[in-house]
């Protein structure tokens, strides 16, 4: 009987050592892993204080903020003041409108973009002249596109919008055919296909000239000689 | 007195395995990592070489791939960066964290085309002793910017260990305020990761159906895909 406690306690022993003998192959966390966890835990609180505090401004407060955040050129995803203001049912429109007309140019567009998202009967009564000289002075100025998005792959809201201003984008759009600076595209896999077709701001110009055109599925070229060869025909 | 034994027996496994820190070590395999920033740039290559024997596994003829999930930090206003407006929302969790794949993409494996085949130039499949490597060059990113990662190897479209993960590993980079990239810490993930990334999974999930149209120039689908069901080897 003793013998028989006795084995039953190793065993014991032996699987408990066993299944822990795991939990050692699993070392402590070394320096380098503690530094990046102590880190980003730093940071996730430092962003989520922020989203708190822009939950706390109320609405003029956020208007401004979102102001400055467009003519800093944040995109509108990445905007603070965007993202809070696209959750509120009481944002007023006629405020909206005001900051737009006010800054009718590419430091209006957030404030734009915001009033589609949240209104688009206000939108719609901005004329398409004003929407699109914004929509294009803003491509023209952009340092990144990635509030346009990358055409051939995906669109975002600036880029539908400038699709809706339609003829009112023509002229300009026709003007920024002739601008062959970069137009880069920041992120992970973003700025890989970024890299690899390296759009200029002429091909922004010529797809949405051909998409504003009627061609709905027009597809870039990857070969910026072929763009360039669509180029020339477009700015006929 | 068997029956006591099995008690005791069974009373030392759950207590093992019910502590802190008792836990698999979720790597069945070794991790490469190579890389150097350039400029803001950051060209790399992460390599996963699956060895099921380390598990106790044998998983033959098993194809292994990655995913990537990324969360992405500006220490100037302080909130996290996205390259496009698709991974906020439905799509992050609650932490900011959210599956790397560009809009147009269905699937949420990192090189898996919407034609079904995995693209080349992001990840190469891999099998056991056979190396699955995963390419990125995270870039553009504006100065004082934080870039982390975490990729998972796991299997995929596979006869045997189907869907089961098979390491994790963390690597990143810093933007400095003149914007210029360099490493900060690559190593193997740490414990809360793994369900940071099975929050992901969920997150991927929950937003597929809703997601519309992704078309990524290989082919369309009407709404993203979800991941299946996924746990550790």
Redesign the interface.
Known sequence: MKN?RIL??A???L??AA??A??Q??PP??D??N???G??DA??Q??A???SDYHAMDNAALLSKLLEQSQAQT????S?AY?ELKTRTNVDATALVAQVKANNNAGGLLPLLLLRQLDNQAYQGVPAEMRGHILTDALANAK?F?SW??P???L??AAHATIEAGKAATPALKRLLADTRPA????????????QYKYRVCDYALFFLKVIGGQENFRLPESPEERDALIKQAAR | ?KI??LA??AF??A???S?T?????FQCGSWVFTGTPTGN?FPLNDTFTFDPSNCGQSCAGSQDVMI?M??V???T??????????P?GARSTP??WSI??????AHGYYGLQNNGTFYS??NTPGGPGTPTTLI???????ANT?F??VDVAVCYDSRTCNNKILGYY?W?YILNSSDVGQK??T??A?K?LDSEFQAALTAWNNWAPTSGTE???TGTFSHAIAFPAMSDL
């Open positions: 028989r039953s306690t065993l014991l022993l699987i408990a299944g822990c795991r939990r192959s699993n966390l070394t380098d892993q530094k990046a966890k880190t980003m940071q996730m430092a962003a204080q922020t989203a995109e509108y995803f990445n603070p993202r990144y990635n998005g990358l051939d792959f995906y975002e809201d880069p595209v920041f992120g992970s896999q973003e700025a890989m296909i970024s890299n | 007195m006591r034994i005791k027996l030392a496994a207590l093992c395995y502590l820190g008792c836990q698999p070590t740039a990537q990324t969360w930090y500006d220490e206003t302080h909130t996290n960066l996205y390259a496009s407006d698709q906020q932490n900011g790397d794949r560009v809009d147009g993409a130039g992001w990125d060059e995270p870039g553009g990113w504006p934080y982390y990662a963390f990143s900060f810490i190593a193997p740490w809360d078309y990524d120039g």
